[in-house]
């Protein structure tokens, strides 16, 4: 069974840093594209990055591209997110979700085999 589990969401900053990371267990990311997505509060679940399975291609939201930086260890079988110069509104519950190899029209979450149960990050001062 494939299951994804996401850690690194905490309270920071404005300006701050976090590191997400997206585990799999049960199976290899070696065939799978992961992306991220955010739920903010009261609202609708968004994507946020995706990665190919190769690692080659990326793709991110026009908010977060220059901020944050999504890569992948498939050797540890981990995603990361990198996250920088974070914003309040970048509060949300951020989760991570696998498809086959490649990213494509990865804002469309029916396209996913696999979901994390989020991992909550907080923007405040």
């Known amino acids: 069974q494939l299951q994804l589990v996401e850690s690194g969401g905490g309270l920071v900053q404005p300006g701050g840093s976090l590191r997400l990371s997206c585990a799999a267990s049960g199976f290899t990311l070696d065939y799978y594209a992961i992306a991220w997505f955010r739920q903010p509060p009261g609202q609708e679940r968004e994507p946020v990055s995706c990665v190919s399975s190769s690692g080659d291609s990326t793709r991110y939201r026009n908010t977060v591209k220059d901020r944050f930086t999504i890569s992948r260890d498939n050797g540890k079988n981990v995603v990361y997110l990198e996250m920088n110069s974070l914003k309040p509104e970048d509060t949300a519950i951020y989760y991570c979700?696998?498809?086959?190899?490649?990213?494509?029209?990865?804002?469309?979450?029916?396209?996913?085999?696999?979901w994390g149960q989020g991992t909550q990050v907080t923007v405040s001062s």
């Open positions: 979700g696998a498809r086959p190899y490649l990213c494509g029209d990865y804002e469309h979450e029916d396209a996913y085999d696999s």
